[in-house]
């Protein structure tokens, strides 16, 4: 009687803690899986989007397609359907 008692208490306290533990990292992990596709497209791809708007401002954007579409490959490289 005495080991009974002694085995459920431990299982008991293994229990939340188990599941206490799997339910946390769950949710975390799906916001980073999600945070990558969730990246504001102005945040994205800062190198080309300012080599983009430099050569716009000076050059006008018919003079700036290299720029513009290097721009475009990165922000699909980011995930963007643009």
Same mark, same amino acid.
């Given at each position: 009687?005495g080991?009974?008692?002694?085995?459920?208490?431990?299982?008991?306290?293994?229990?939340?803690?188990?599941?206490?533990g799997?339910?946390a990292?769950?949710?975390? $992990?799906a916001?980073?899986?999600?945070?990558?596709?969730?990246?504001?497209?102005?945040?994205?791809?800062?190198?080309t989007? $300012?080599?983009?708007?430099?050569?716009?401002?000076e050059?006008?954007?018919?003079?700036?397609?290299?720029?513009?579409?290097a721009?475009? $490959?990165?922000l699909?490289?980011?995930?963007?359907?643009?």
């Open positions: 009687m080991s009974t008692e002694h085995q459920m208490p431990v299982q008991s306290a293994a229990s939340p803690t188990v599941n206490g799997s339910a990292p769950a949710p975390a $992990r916001p980073s899986t999600d945070s990558k596709p969730k990246k504001k497209i102005c945040c994205a791809c800062p190198d989007k $300012r080599l983009r708007d430099e050569c716009i401002v050059h006008g954007e018919s003079a700036c397609t290299k720029w513009i579409e721009h475009k $490959r990165c699909r490289a980011e995930g963007f359907n643009v």
